[in-house]
């Protein structure tokens, strides 16, 4: 049987082999992903916000008139996705893709596209309306005239989310490294520089409840995780500091959340796989969720590339809080199988060697 060790070990190095120069134009997974897509919602997404980097919805994207790739200067990235990438159907308000970021969709758009900024490409499955083509490239019908497109959008939106939930699994079993020191009701999170393995915290959901606010001392060098265990998840604390940068190196792991809910400006990238989230406040960093209402702008800032996955993992180690000395195991989340994990490669490869296929002559 392999060890939880060794399996591990090889989903470090499928993931490794994804992230190579041969692999270049696949497309992200993993660790790779969180950092060429500002937000990642692997089911669907409700919004009346905006996101300034890119944006992978795996089912529908529906709500208020929403924006996509605002910012005028996102992080490069060596994959070669668009601004909105969409499995399923778009629908509601018009969505104002900017720019020049263009999109893929795997089923209708009744919403419209307002395409703003340079000449951009949307490739869609099914139709497309209230859309003003002008100097862009709109292609409508690609499910009929290349069936393989939707095939292979779908496969992509399956393997990233084998891909996520597996991320979040494997990271919430890291042992701990270090405790959070409380200084009242603020949790101070004391990161080392220049650290070669990730700074592990492990907590509860109820111990980051009893936080009114957060510090984080890091000067960004490190890898930071922060695994939070519990089931139902309200994010509202105060980050003393600001929030600038802490998601190039800083992932909130919520690895067994079904239910989340932000309601202040945070920092750090938020990994979060299997909930249904409401963000009513900005993210300052990467974040995934299963499904989301947003309410709240997503912000550049994503998860680093010079950070990788760590080689080794331990059964789930106790969590702590220095004032406290209290502790306990973290909850138990089912393994995904390697199988499964090795099929979401061998998906990205698929879709990569495909690629040509999505685009019309």
């Known amino acids: 049987m392999i060890s939880l060790r060794d399996a591990f070990t090889l989903f470090v190095l499928a993931s490794s082999a ?3 120069p041969a692999m270049a134009q696949s497309e992200p997974l993993g660790l790779n992903a969180l950092s060429a897509y500002n937000l990642i919602v692997l089911g669907d997404l409700t919004s009346s916000s905006e996101v300034e980097g890119r944006t992978f919805v795996g089912g529908n ?10 910012a005028s200067s996102v992080p490069a990235s060596t994959y ?3 601004g909105l990438t969409v499995v399923g ?8 893709l900017d720019n020049g970021s263009g999109a893929i969709v795997g089923g209708n758009v009744s919403s419209g ?6 000449a951009q490409t949307v490739d869609v499955g099914g139709t497309i309306s209230n859309t003003n083509v002008n100097q862009n490239t709109v292609v409508s019908g690609l499910a009929n005239s290349n069936p393989a497109f939707v095939q292979n959008l779908t496969q ?5 989310g084998t891909s996520m939930t597996g991320l979040s699994y494997q990271l919430g079993t890291l042992a701990g490294t270090a405790s959070v020191v409380m200084n009242g009701s603020t949790g101070v999170f004391n990161v080392p520089s220049g650290s070669t393995t990730p700074t592990v915290f492990n907590l509860t959901a109820s111990q980051l409840a009893g936080m009114s606010a957060i510090q984080f ?6 890898m930071v995780v922060v695994n939070v265990t519990g089931a139902s998840v309200a994010l509202a604390q105060n980050f003393l500091g600001g929030t600038n940068n802490l998601g190039q190196s800083v992932i909130w792991n919520f690895p067994n959340a079904t239910s989340l809910s932000l309601t202040t400006a945070w920092g750090g990238s938020v990994l979060a796989p299997l909930a249904a989230a409401t963000t009513g406040n900005y993210i300052q960093g990467s974040a995934v969720f299963g499904s989301l209402t947003q309410n709240g702008e997503m912000h550049i800032g994503t998860f680093s590339t010079s950070f990788g996955l760590p080689s080794t993992s331990s059964s789930s180690s106790t969590s702590s809080t220095s004032s406290s000395g209290s502790s306990s195991g973290a909850d138990v989340v089912p393994e995904p199988g390697m199988i499964a994990l090795f099929a979401a490669g061998a998906a990205g490869l698929a879709w ?7 685009k019309p002559a």
Not at 89 to 96: I, L, P, Q, S, W
């Open 89 to 96: 159907n778009v629908t509601g308000g018009t969505k104002n």
């Open 113 to 118: 596209f307002n395409l703003n900024g340079a």
């Open 80 to 82: 070669t996705v668009p």
């Open 352 to 358: 990569r060697r495909r690629r040509a296929s999505l």
């Open 18 to 20: 994804l992230a190579t």
């Open 61 to 70: 994207l529906t709500g208020n008139s929403s924006n996509y790739e605002i």
């Open 217 to 222: 001392n890091t000067d960004g060098s490190s």
């Open 156 to 160: 992509y939106g399956s393997a990233m």
